[in-house]
């Protein structure tokens, strides 16, 4: 009995001390938190709230747009930025077909090795290849590029929250920074090689704006070539290279839970039934 | 071990006595989780999530033996060979948000399960023993989701697994030299990988293996029940199959729609962004946040912000995220009110639903938060009383609440009295 009451002892001191040492915590940070001053957070936006034809559980990717955001990779964003996920083979399942696949692959050089030499060359692409990196390395990347390395957009979309909207609210975000901002926050001011966008968590980026005109890339199926149009298209296409399988997925999961539904039904009806012997009649 | 008039297994057929006097597993599982094993009757839905824990463990480890095939632990590929598997292994997509939610859901089952043991005292005796196979059971979860999440290397797991493993840092003296043991490195690279994933794959089987002496120490003295009043005759108990059998049937279709659901439609709903980005040693995050299971427990680490007499605010972190899962451990010997469950203890009712809920509540919304006020001054106050409520409330209040009068019998509880039982009406279950 004494040992017992031991045990609680030892457990009620051992609490307090806990205890106190969280209050002592919390007084000192009140007393910190009263007195002295911490720095506002810079005011970014969250994305623009867009749709896209692969929202929502019954989404489908529109093939088109997803066409048209290749060639806006292809012709702007290639230049800095590689896709090392995505093979030549994947554009298939954009509406491609073999041949056009080969002769996209065929277009591209690659880093090979010189049959006869061994030495490294470069060759055309094969549709087993990856999109080649515009830099041989990170070295060359970041000195090309003012010391910031453009990332891989492979998985940007799903690397950022809500990504696909930020990806093209980013892109068509620059603008300059409003007097009333600068006024409030003279640190927002973009420093050299840097480049104002509200969308940007701290307001200042080193990618310079990317699509800057209509009718920069000039699409194939007549769409206009607006600034809008383009962000939108390579954000659209951005999300198939992050997850190909997303329609897929979707597509799957609703035969799984329509059996789910009608296998849960019949398990309540069994229980039901089971237990209705020994439930108390009401 | 089991009661009196447990059903008793008889072989029918050749195959089954051959197998009942040679290896009598068919036996083992009809005193386990068949007609052999009795159950109170009164068991409500809470009852439920033992046996989905169980179901989830094994969802685990078979979507884990599938990844393991095609994953490569090593840092300079961990992150490729993830994606490999998420576009190019034939469902492998499936296989591996199946996975990362699996985790979640075993997990929050885990945790209603847990809820349930606290709610209905079910720690004390005498279940005292299944209560701290429970408590190794959750630590052995922790270790291995934690070790789970580095594997994909994106800047989460690194950076998830540099805080954790610094954690030990904070040790005096020798603190530096576990660290660096724990990792084989002086930062995480690919030894720690390569152990974390060893240990990843070996520890799902240790679980299992505690589940086994979990389930068999449950099967001394039985099931607890709502009223935590024990068993006291046949017309108390139904035969496990078939009522819990289709009992726990159709909590799992409702577990399971919800699983897939998520698995289907938001699979990355419960994840960082930040883990899609390749692991950079060069670029730390701007928040480094755990899985949402681990949220509490951070809360409890970052809320020591100041040293506390000669204890250094990190050391004293570490200690209390430590002490708040290990305090758990001695639940039976601290709580020692007569009663056990929690509808029958009005003023434990009280500080459980508006003190210790709340509390957890708190310190979940704040671990997932960035180190800002109020989150950290909140955290220490829903600390406070975390510590408060398991080592200072519980063993005093046990000593002066007027519990509430208890039902005769669980017979009593259901039909309203346990009169008609002694006659034998309409009370023996048909099987």
């Not at chain 2, 095609?70 to 469902?91: G, L, S």
């Not at chain 2, 059998?245 to 930040?274: C, M, S």
């Not at chain 2, 883990?275 to 299971?293: D, G, M």
């Amino acid at each position: 009995m004494t040992k017992l009451l031991s045990v609680r002892l030892v457990a009620i001191l051992v609490g307090l001390g806990f205890a106190v040492a969280a209050l002592w915590a919390f007084v000192v940070g009140a007393y910190n938190a009263a007195t002295e001053e911490v720095a506002p957070h810079l005011p970014y936006e969250d994305p623009m709230d867009l749709s896209w034809s692969f929202d929502g559980p019954f989404g489908k990717w529109d093939h088109a747009q997803l066409q048209r955001g290749l060639k806006v990779y292809d012709e702007v964003c290639s230049a800095c930025h590689s896709l090392k996920f995505v093979a030549f083979r994947d554009l298939e399942q954009l509406g491609y077909s073999e041949g056009q696949v080969k002769a996209y692959a065929a277009a591209k050089q690659v880093p090979g090795i010189d049959p006869n030499t061994g030495e490294a060359t470069m060759r055309p692409g094969l549709p087993t290849d990856y999109f080649p990196s515009p830099y041989p390395n990170a070295v060359a990347a970041a000195a090309a590029n003012n010391n910031a390395i453009p990332p891989d957009l492979s998985l940007m979309t799903k690397a950022r929250g809500n990504g696909t909207n930020y990806v093209a609210s980013l892109l068509m975000g620059y603008q300059e920074p409003s007097a009333e901002l600068l006024e409030e926050h003279p640190e927002a001011a973009p420093g050299p090689g840097l480049y104002h966008n509200p969308y940007f968590p701290n307001l200042n980026l080193a990618m310079a704006p990317p699509i800057t005109t209509a009718g920069q890339v000039t699409y194939d199926d007549g769409t206009e070539a607006t600034i809008e149009q383009m962000s939108k298209d390579v954000a659209a296409f951005l999300t198939w290279t992050a997850e190909p399988t997303m329609v897929k997925r979707k597509q799957t999961g609703w035969p799984v839970l329509i059996f789910l539904l009608f296998a849960t039904i019949l398990a309540y009806m069994s229980k039901k039934q089971i237990w209705a012997a020994v439930k108390p009649k009401k | 071990m089991s009661f009196p008039w447990a059903r008793q297994y008889e072989p029918k057929n050749a195959v089954t006595k051959f197998l009942d006097e040679k290896l009598p597993l068919p036996r083992l599982v009809y005193n386990a989780v068949g007609a052999g094993y009795p159950v109170p009757r009164n068991l409500s839905y809470f009852w439920n999530f033992g046996v989905l824990a169980g179901f989830f463990l094994v969802v685990q480890i078979v979507t884990g033996v599938v990844l393991a095939m095609h994953y490569a632990a090593n840092a300079q590929v961990a992150f490729a060979t993830t994606e490999h598997i998420m576009r190019d292994v034939n469902w492998g997509w499936l296989m591996r948000y199946a996975h990362a939610n699996g985790a979640s859901f075993f997990f929050i089952v885990v945790y209603l399960h847990i809820f349930r043991g606290l709610f209905y005292s079910s720690y004390k005796a005498p279940r005292e023993m299944i209560w701290l196979l429970g408590v190794v059971i959750f630590l052995l979860m922790m270790a291995t989701a934690f070790m789970g999440y580095v594997l994909p290397w994106g800047q989460m797991s690194f950076w998830g697994a540099k805080v954790i493993t610094g954690l030990f840092g904070a040790i005096p003296l020798v603190g530096e030299p576990i660290q660096v043991w724990l990792l084989g490195g002086f930062a995480p690279d690919n030894a720690a990988l390569n152990r974390f994933f060893s240990l990843h794959f070996l520890l799902p089987f240790v679980i299992a293996g505690v589940v086994i002496l979990h389930i068999w120490a449950l099967h001394i003295p039985g099931s607890s029940n709502p009223t935590g009043v024990e068993v006291k005759s046949e017309s108390d108990t139904v035969p496990f199959h078939p009522y819990y059998t289709a009992k726990d049937g159709f909590g799992l279709g409702i577990a399971l729609l919800a699983y897939f659901a998520l698995v289907f439609f938001l699979p990355n709903a419960l994840g960082h962004p930040d883990n899609y980005i390749e692991a950079n040693p060069l670029s730390t995050p701007a928040h480094i946040v755990p899985e949402w299971y681990f949220w509490p427990f951070y809360a409890i680490l970052r809320a020591f912000t100041v040293d506390f007499l000669f204890v250094p605010a990190k050391l004293m972190g570490v200690i209390a995220m430590f002490a708040s899962i290990l305090l758990w451990f001695f639940l039976p010997w601290l709580d020692k009110s007569p009663v056990r469950s929690g509808h029958y203890r009005p003023l434990f009712r009280k500080f459980f639903w508006f003190g210790l809920i709340p509390a957890m509540i708190v310190l979940f919304i704040c671990g997932g938060a960035p180190a800002e006020e109020p989150y950290v001054m909140l955290s220490q106050i829903a600390t406070a009383y975390y510590f408060l409520h398991f080592l200072v409330i519980l063993p005093i209040i046990s000593n002066v609440e007027k519990p509430e009068p208890l039902p005769y019998s669980i017979t009593e509880a259901v039909l309203g009295s346990d009169k008609k039982v002694v006659k034998g009406e309409n009370t023996t279950p048909a099987v």
